[in-house]
């Protein structure tokens, strides 16, 4: 799959999956902007790829998301793929939670995906062409425990990657999403889900546990032109835990 000339933003991408599917982005040719909250690892990792540019934005926040669409349009003159991979997946009880750590999640998870999205939105609709893909996760559908706002957030940004493609499509923009299964990055490793591994695998048709080059693939599918008769739906990345 060629991306070549094709201009793509990755948020959340100094590490782990946004890191992998940035690499994987600009091997297939295109020119990608690294977008993290650590701009500093952003940049160096930007540096490591061809004609990469690392950037750091809050992407909870428009004005620094609007900025990261400008500095994209002035560096490369286009916008034709978005990826919003940037997340966050504290561990609580439901009944431990508080507003001010639900609305935090519900931030960085969903608000962002739709800020992200409608900025892109101009530069894609007037060149008719563009690709959203939101990372979402395989808990959205099991409802897993200690996950409640997590699910919640990457829920709603399945639903909205849905509407998103209903009201995009007339302008040659499609809007799909990749739901990962707990994947093997330095993230994980270093939070609590990391004890869950050895539970998670032996629910997998594919018995190992799944690394953010595997996930990679699928988003770069989405974002190439064979792609362009799929909006509206997800791709599950997930070793087969859950079998549709």
């Given at each position: 799959?060629?991306?070549?000339?094709?201009?793509a933003?990755?948020?959340?991408?100094?590490?782990?999956?946004?890191?992998?599917?940035?690499?994987r982005l600009?091997a297939?040719?295109a020119?990608v902007?690294?977008?993290?909250?650590?701009?500093?690892?952003?940049?160096?990792a930007?540096?490591?790829?061809?004609?990469?540019?690392?950037l750091?934005?809050?992407?909870?926040?428009?004005?620094h998301?609007?900025?990261m669409?400008?500095?994209?349009?002035?560096?490369?003159?286009?916008?034709?793929?978005?990826?919003?991979?940037?997340?966050?997946?504290?561990?609580?009880?439901?009944?431990?939670?508080?507003?001010e750590?639900?609305r935090?999640?519900?931030?960085?998870?969903?608000?962002?995906?739709?800020?992200?999205?409608?900025?892109?939105?101009?530069?894609?609709?007037?060149?008719?062409?563009?690709?959203?893909?939101?990372?979402?996760?395989d808990?959205?559908?099991?409802?897993?425990?200690?996950?409640?706002?997590?699910?919640a957030?990457?829920?709603?940004?399945?639903?909205?990657?849905?509407?998103?493609?209903?009201?995009?499509?007339?302008?040659?923009?499609t809007?799909?999403s990749?739901?990962?299964?707990?994947?093997?990055?330095?993230?994980?490793?270093?939070?609590?889900?990391?004890d869950?591994?050895?539970?998670?695998v032996?629910m997998q048709?594919?018995?190992?546990?799944?690394?953010?080059?595997?996930?990679?693939?699928?988003v770069?599918?989405?974002?190439?032109?064979?792609?362009?008769?799929?909006t509206?739906?997800?791709?599950?990345?997930?070793?087969?835990?859950?079998?549709?």
């Amino acid at each position: 799959m060629s991306l070549d000339g094709r201009v793509a933003i990755v948020t959340g991408a100094s590490r782990g999956i946004g890191l992998a599917v940035a690499r994987r982005l600009a091997a297939d040719g295109a020119n990608v902007v690294l977008a993290d909250l650590d701009g500093a690892s952003a940049v160096a990792a930007a540096s490591d790829l061809v004609d990469g540019l690392g950037l750091e934005v809050d992407v909870t926040r428009e004005a620094h998301v609007q900025d990261m669409i400008r500095h994209t349009l002035d560096e490369y003159g286009r916008l034709d793929i978005l990826v919003n991979n940037a997340g966050i997946y504290p561990a609580a009880a439901w009944d431990d939670l508080t507003l001010e750590e639900w609305r935090r999640v519900m931030a960085v998870n969903l608000d962002a995906v739709f800020l992200t999205s409608k900025a892109a939105y101009g530069p894609m609709r007037d060149r008719g062409y563009g690709r959203i893909i939101n990372i979402a996760s395989d808990v959205i559908l099991a409802g897993t425990p200690h996950l409640a706002h997590y699910v919640a957030s990457k829920g709603g940004v399945f639903a909205f990657t849905r509407a998103l493609a209903t009201e995009l499509g007339p302008y040659g923009i499609t809007a799909n999403s990749v739901s990962p299964g707990l994947t093997d990055t330095e993230g994980v490793r270093g939070s609590s889900h990391a004890d869950t591994f050895e539970w998670v695998v032996s629910m997998q048709a594919i018995a190992r546990r799944g690394t953010a080059d595997d996930i990679a693939p699928a988003v770069a599918f989405l974002a190439s032109e064979e792609a362009g008769w799929i909006t509206g739906s997800m791709i599950v990345v997930n070793g087969g835990k859950e079998r549709h």
